[in-house]
């Protein structure tokens, strides 16, 4: 059992580390996007568009603050994903502290 918990902890802790540094790799991405929006915007606009474009959900994304909200969402999502796997991967890791070695 205290094998199963250490390679389980080690085997989370490295998902969530990568998971953690996937989000950091996208962060040029996001910034990209969002100013892609930003131009998109300000062509409706110029172009005097009174529908605006909207999310899968059917929320407007026609303000600054609306895209960059719908924009945070998959980068929070993968933050707590992360985050997750790595407190199970500790946690799977001190708890293999209160098992006996078996070769001992």
């Known amino acids: ?10 085997l989370a802790n490295f998902a969530g580390g990568i998971v953690l540094l996937i ?11 969002k100013s892609g929006g930003d131009t998109f915007q300000q062509a409706l606009d110029k172009a005097r568009v009174k529908d605006a ?5 059917g929320n ?13 969402t ?7 994903i992360g985050f997750g796997l790595l407190v199970a991967g500790f946690g799977c890791e001190i708890a293999s502290h209160f098992f006996k070695d078996a070769l001992h």
């Open 74 to 80: 998959g980068p929070l999502l993968r933050s707590w």
């Open 53 to 57: 474009p909207r999310d899968s959900h």
């Open 1 to 10: 059992m205290k094998e199963f918990l250490e390679i389980t902890g080690s």
């Open 60 to 72: 407007s994304l026609a303000t600054a603050e609306s895209r960059e909200l719908w924009l945070a």
């Open 23 to 33: 989000d950091a790799l996208r962060v040029r991405r996001s910034i990209k996007t």
